[in-house]
Every structure is written in structure tokens, then in C-alpha cells.
């Protein structure tokens, strides 16, 4: 498995960037998709889950209506659109899957919400 992210910078309070993770290693079609993310000094914390079957989606309260989780199965790519940016968003965001116990991640992407 190996989850890569890009799509990371430096962004002013309410921007805007758009996060990409691209899969391979296993049948991204079957599988739910997550961001997580991690400031400095603090825990990883989840970000957002999108469902395999349906693509239904899920938030954290924090980011409901501001952030957007996608994926496209046909290019084994999920994105992490993020709308008025605040400079609490500043962290390392990472991409995450599941095999049953075992967690998977990226290598992650800083993300810093600065004037």
C-alpha cells in the first residue's frame, strides 16, 4: 500500500487549496479514504472519511461546510478541497486507509494558513 499526498502551501486566512492522495498497492475502488491532520504539538486528528460503496461522506464538526472530501476510483485519487482556510488549519494533513486492523498512511502535506 502506499498512499502519496501532495498538493500542500502556504495559503492567506480564507483561501483556498486543494489536497490530492494517490493510491496504488491495492483496489482503491473498495476501500473507505480519509484525511487526517496534525499540528504541531498536538494529536492527528480525523478530518474527514469517504465511503467506498456510494461515496457517502463524513466531517469533523470543524470542517462541515468549509471542506470538501471527493475521490475518483478511476484514477485512484482522493481529494481534500479546503474553503476559508483559517489559520487553525495550519497542519500536516495526511491520507489514510484501512486493511481491518492495520492503518495505512501518507507521507503527509504541510499546509500552513498565514498573511
Known amino acids: 500500500v502506499q498512499l502519496v499526498e501532495s498538493g500542500g502551501g502556504l495559503v492567506q486566512p480564507g483561501g483556498s487549496l486543494r489536497l490530492s492522495c494517490l493510491a496504488s498497492g491495492f483496489t482503491f475502488s473498495t476501500r473507505d479514504m480519509s484525511w487526517y491532520r496534525q499540528a504541531p504539538g498536538k494529536e492527528r486528528e480525523w478530518v474527514a472519511t469517504i465511503r467506498s460503496a456510494g461515496g457517502s461522506t463524513n466531517y469533523a464538526d470543524s470542517m462541515k461546510g468549509r471542506f470538501t472530501i471527493s475521490r475518483d476510483n478511476a484514477k485512484n485519487t482522493v481529494f481534500l478541497q479546503m474553503n476559508s482556510l483559517k489559520p487553525e488549519d495550519t497542519s500536516v494533513y495526511y491520507c489514510?486507509?484501512?486493511?481491518?486492523?492495520?492503518?495505512?498512511w501518507g507521507q503527509g502535506t504541510q499546509v500552513t494558513v498565514s498573511s
Open positions: 489514510n486507509t484501512r486493511y481491518g486492523f492495520v492503518s495505512y
